[in-house]
């Protein structure tokens, strides 16, 4: 009799149990931005971060409790820094994600590696994609991480204070005069501007500058006589090394006063945190840069 | 029973024995920070498999383990191979070039966004097949130096294969290159439970055949004409077998890149314990030279203090100094 008892409660508490799994494990279709159909927790309570990039977005959007891991250098905001580390994003740690339960990964498309992810998905965890290659599609992917993680309205409240902050900077550049020639510096050495399809381009001509690396894609190399002949009204360079190597490349520059951004001293050295990540910090850089290139429309900014 | 059977099975009772401890600390730790600890809760966990113990150790550990113990196998195989036929105590396939020759083949498969396997995997095959063959080109015929030739050309041949590489990678400027780099550099990481059988179904047959012919190895060491009259038709056997150890060391290298200097460092060793037999050097390699890519690989995996790095990085750092010393010492 008591065995029967026994029986039929263990059975009763295991489908409870069971159900209570179906529960937590509730999905949804969704398509991301790589074009595939991932299903998706309706509440992710357990994410792992695959880019410092998306790890930054997940802060913004105050979602921080349901983010449970991040790559080794996602390190804004600060306490990004404390998240168990999953290995730098092109160079994943499978064991390490995994052993953190996430109910759900959000990569990038382009860096993560595709093998890691394939095998992410037949470990039965979710991986969403996200590819942002535009401001635009920083804007989706910021409403699309929202929806992800429950936070609409705060990813539309985000994505509407970029916009009004680009409609700004839209209105100023309308009523520029001229349109500088810019030359970006990424790399020390070799020297390595942003072509055509980078953010950096996208921003330089929002802020009503020329990008002088237009002609290429990617991230091409230059070399000191290719900078000379194209003549920049004004470089701007990114340096994670900071004062000491800027007072460097400064000296090296001047040599060649024949660049009119030597001549008339208008060499900037600017935060590449600002300009490396496809964040919504990008507008930020975007501000940054009108003043450099347009100083003399006085910019203002808007507080939130 | 015959005394070589004897040392056979004994010393393949031992380096197996190494090869199981080897392979069970392999599953023991990793990057999550399990040890010894968790293995014992795993086996109490073996009748859960949803469990995370399960998951880490039986689907992310085992198939690497196993991946790192068929290419270490196959790369020290490759290695006494090429010693015994070219007479010469340094020839390996990483040193000759051939590892670099398939490593051109692949990047371009990749480059081309062809599949792992048949693209990828057949132009790897060309790229070594291609570099042997020219690396036998060069240091036959009348050379200067007869008996360094065939190290001299290897060399050249590789210096060569890194330019290409160095000169596609230059090409490359997506995201795809962090993936080469690490590739390149010998990478276990991203092996699988699919992967872990295709290799096992490329290389097992390879092991067998070349210990079929490990006999042939050791008359073909008195010299060509010893062997001849013995029997032993040179030239089909030692074409045969540079022809699959070049497509062994392709396929490994199809998988995880350049693992170099195993194939070096391990047939000497052994070598210089159970003497020059090939025929129990043969089994000796496959399961010694399985143990140690296992505990490179198991280094690569623990030492860094985050993530992890290329198993290769480890192999390289142990096996140049090697190669040094018995450069010495050969001299």
Known sequence: MFKKIRAISIIGMSLVIFSAGIVCAETRPMKDQAGRIVDVPVSPNRVVSLAPSITEIIYDLKCEDRLKGATTYSDFPKAAQKLPKVGSYVYLDLEKIVSLKPDLCIGIKDGNPKAIVMRLESLGIPVYAVNPRSIDSIQSTVLEIGELLQASEKARHMVGEMESRIDYIRQLTATAKNQPRVFFQIGISPIVSAGSDTFIHELIEMAGGINLAQSYISYPRFSIEEVVVAAPDIMIITSMAREKVFDQIMAKWKQWPNIPAVKNDRIFLVDSNLFDRPTPRLIEGLEVLLQIIHPELNFKPVNF | ?331
């Open chain 2, 1 to 331: 029973m015959s005394s070589v059977v004897k040392q056979i099975i004994a010393v393949s009772g031992i380096m197996i024995l190494f090869l199981v401890c080897v392979m069970v600390l392999g599953l023991c730790f990793g990057s999550s920070g399990t040890g010894i600890r968790s293995f014992a809760e795993t086996i109490e966990s073996f009748s859960n498999p949803d469990s995370l113990y399960y998951t880490i150790i039986w689907k992310i550990r085992f198939p690497r383990v196993l991946i790192a113990a068929m290419v270490g196998a196959a790369l020290s195989l490759g290695g006494l191979v090429f010693q015994a036929l070219m007479r010469n105590p340094l020839a390996e396939p990483y040193i000759l070039g051939i590892s670099g020759g398939s490593a051109i083949g692949a990047i371009i498969g990749i480059l081309l966004n062809l599949s792992r396997f048949p693209g990828v995997s057949i132009l790897a095959f060309l790229g070594g097949m291609g570099t042997l063959f020219l690396v036998l080109l060069i240091s036959t015929g009348k050379t200067l130096l007869k008996k360094e030739s065939l190290l001299l050309s290897g060399v050249m041949v590789n210096a060569f294969c890194s330019a290409v590489i160095m000169f596609l990678i230059s090409l490359t400027q997506d995201a795809r290159i962090h993936n080469i780099m690490f590739w390149l550099m010998g990478d276990l990481s991203s092996g699988g439970k699919s992967e872990a059988l295709i290799m096992g179904i490329i290389l097992l047959p390879c092991f067998v055949i070349i210990f079929w012919f490990s006999n042939s190895m050791n008359l073909l060491l008195m010299g060509k004409e010893m062997a001849l009259s013995m029997g032993v038709n040179v030239k089909i056997i030692t074409v045969s077998l540079l022809m699959i150890s070049s497509f062994m060391v392709s396929a490994t290298v199809c998988y995880c890149g350049l693992v170099g200097f195993v194939g070096l460092v391990i047939p000497h060793l052994l070598r210089l314990v159970f003497g020059s037999d090939h025929r129990v050097l043969v089994p000796a390699c496959i399961f010694g030279g399985g143990a140690y890519l296992v505990l490179c690989d198991l280094l690569a995996r623990t030492l860094p203090h985050q993530g992890e790095m290329p198993a290769g990085v480890i192999t390289a750092l142990v096996g140049a100094p090697v190669f040094i010393f018995l450069l010495k010492r050969s001299e």
